[in-house]
């Protein structure tokens, strides 16, 4: 069964630094998919964030340029997202998930930005 299983979130003070990760359990195609995170905070939709093809192409929203890096390792069928001078409006319920939403959605992995 494909499962994607994210990890990493927690609390941490403003101007600091988390680093998430999401592996895909049963996939034996993930390194030919592009990968992306997603984030969802309370009351508001679903939002891509960051995203890398196949091939280490990255993309990111405006709000997360120059903070946030998305790297792979297909190996290990995982996709990261080193989170750097975060802010409160960082908060948000994370999620990994490829651009086509191929999979079925994960849990997620909480993280709360204090001020």
């Known amino acids: 069964q494909v499962q994607l299983v994210e990890s990493g979130g927690g609390l941490v003070q403003a101007g600091g630094s988390l680093r998430l990760s999401c592996v895909l359990v049963?996939?034996?195609?993930?390194?030919?998919?592009?990968m992306g995170w997603y984030r969802q905070a309370p009351g508001k939709q679903r939002e891509l964030v960051a995203s890398i093809t196949s091939i280490g192409i990255t993309n990111y929203a405006d709000s997360v340029k120059g903070r946030f890096t998305i790297s792979r390792d297909n190996a290990k069928n995982t996709v990261y997202l080193q989170m750097n001078s975060l802010k409160p409006e960082d908060t948000a319920l994370y999620y990994c998930?490829?651009?086509?939403?191929?999979?079925?959605w994960g849990q997620g992995t909480q993280v709360t930005v204090a001020s």
């Open positions: 998930n490829s651009p086509t939403l191929q999979y079925p």
């Open positions: 049963s996939g034996n195609i993930f390194r030919f998919n592009a």
